[in-house]
């Protein structure tokens, strides 16, 4: 008895089995980086949470609420605040009650382009503090609009603002001492300075007309 010959293995089998091992391999690959993926997320979601944490800290500290400030938050349309999404407002609670409001908004009109800022403020739009989180200005002149970048380390410029509430200062005054207002600028650099001061007041008035809707949101 003659043994069985083996079929000859054709191109078309070889391609095929070549195909199966591939679409193996990737599963396996794609199985093991879901389960890392998986397996680091809490660890980066955390990282993430501490770092909008620390920026929060720079312009409202921590004594002035008591909740999980994070998981507290409002999403409205805001065009007044220059983003390119819905604001997430977060609601900074104290025994219950709502204390202080941080939002982001941009300031599209700076030297080099659109500024971003931070804000904390009271729910009837006063000034807690402000920050800028990004921006493109000039280095040595615009760029003092961030506290370290500032020369002055006693009253950095962007500190201007706190306490302030533009909903009781006239908008002739809401500007730049070059323009007849009230808020310094800077020396060489005049555009950086206005577009922060114009966004800020938006802002702060945005959130004082706003205020019953942000307190009633669920």
């Not at 043994?3 to 089998?13: D, E, F, G, H, L």
């Not at 609420?65 to 994070?70: G, H, K, S």
């Not at 390119?84 to 982001?104: M, Q, T, Y």
Request: proline share 6%; glycine share 6%; hydrophobic share 45%.
């Amino acid at each position: 008895m003659t043994p069985p010959t083996k079929k000859p293995i054709t191109a078309a089998r070889m391609a095929a089995r070549t195909a199966l091992i591939l679409f193996l391999f990737i599963v396996v690959f794609t199985a093991l980086l879901a389960g890392a993926y998986l397996w680091t997320l809490p660890s980066i979601e955390a990282a993430a949470a501490g770092e909008k944490m620390k920026l929060i800290d720079e312009v409202l500290p921590r004594d002035r609420y008591d909740n999980a400030l994070l998981d507290d938050a409002v999403t409205l349309d805001a065009p007044e605040l220059g983003l390119d999404a819905p604001a997430r407002i977060l609601r900074a609670r104290k025994s219950g009650k709502i204390e202080a409001l941080v939002l982001e908004a941009v300031a599209p009109d700076g030297y080099a382009g659109r500024i971003r800022l931070l804000l904390a403020l009271g729910i009837d739009g006063q000034i807690i503090g402000v920050r800028v989180i990004a921006h493109k200005e000039t280095p040595g002149l615009g760029d003092t609009i961030e506290p370290h970048k500032d020369r002055n380390k006693a009253r950095p410029w962007i500190t201007q603002f706190n306490g302030l509430n533009p909903a009781n200062i006239d908008a002739r005054e809401w500007q730049v001492r070059k323009d007849g207002g009230r808020f310094d600028s800077m020396a060489g650099a005049t555009v950086t300075p206005r577009a922060v001061v114009k966004a800020v007041r938006k802002a702060a008035l945005f959130v004082a007309a706003n205020s019953e809707r942000i307190k009633e949101t669920p």
